[in-house]
């Protein structure tokens, strides 16, 4: 079975839009609806007619282009039971350790609470793809907005046992942002350095810095890293627990400017 087309683009301000498409059935998914007029001039470039809306979580920026696109195209609109009420158009609810189908791959529901209540990310282990909305991104990891930091530290951690292979997508780029604060916190980690020097160069081409992978992630992404004997040493956390750990960071992220 031939791979995914995936089409990344930047709408809004700094929101990542997916476009998912298999050639194979002609069917087309957005990963989110950040906006309806972006997504629709991307499809048309492609020559792609949508069919599917799959939702990580139920904040505006994320599902601002539900009702327009179901609108124009009859999309089925898939996202977290957990939030129905808050997900405009929405035709299937699913939850944590559910299945479901798109172009015949197998599309599993992981339930991340913290930066909303009912968050979800898609894993596709057939085509080694996750869509993590605003649960992790590429070196950070969303503010935790409506769970806890315990929460949020249980979900992410859900994402570090997967395999290191699997290639992630995010909602958001900041991952220049998410950089500059890493170094603060594990400045000897020459991975993450190399890396860092990296988006700097990517940026400053307009580049985009996604997709990514988990592997990646693991060996740069602090908030990923609790165990790190010099992130502990950094925060002065030497015997802290790994949530304790991530909860401190975290604090640390939300005060960096």
Not at 2 to 16: A, E, G, T
Not at 133 to 161: H, N, P, Q, Y
Not at 190 to 218: H, S
């Amino acid at each position: 079975m031939p791979k995914f087309d995936l089409h990344h683009f930047i709408c809004r301000q700094d929101n990542y839009g997916v476009l998912v498409h298999d050639a194979e059935t002609g069917l087309t998914a957005t990963i989110d609806a950040p906006e309806a007029a972006a997504i629709e001039r991307e499809l048309a470039a492609k020559g792609w007619k949508l069919t599917h809306i799959l939702t990580t979580h139920h904040h505006a920026d994320h599902v601002e282009g539900n009702l327009p696109l179901k609108r124009k195209w009859n999309a089925k609109i898939i996202g977290p039971k957990a939030e129905a009420a808050q997900i405009p158009g929405i035709d299937l609810g699913v939850s944590d350790g559910e299945s479901y189908e798109f172009a015949g791959r197998e599309v599993k529901v992981i339930a991340t609470p913290g930066h909303t209540k009912g968050h979800i990310v898609l894993h596709l282990p057939q085509e080694k793809l996750l869509f993590a909305g605003d649960t992790l991104f590429a070196l950070g990891c969303g503010r935790v907005i409506e769970g806890t930091l315990e929460e949020m530290w249980t979900s992410l951690d859900k994402l570090r046992k997967l395999p290191p292979a699997t290639v992630f997508h995010c909602g958001h780029e900041y991952t220049e942002s998410n950089a500059r604060f890493a170094l603060t916190i594990e400045p000897g980690n020459q991975a993450l350095v190399a890396r860092a020097q990296k988006i700097k160069a990517q940026r400053a081409k307009g580049q985009m810095t996604l997709p990514g992978t988990i592997g990646e992630e693991l060996a740069t992404n602090v908030f990923l890293r609790p165990e790190s004997k010099e992130i502990r040493q950094v925060l002065g956390m030497g015997m802290a627990g790994k949530a304790d750990v991530f909860a401190e960071i975290r604090k640390r992220k939300d005060a960096f400017r």
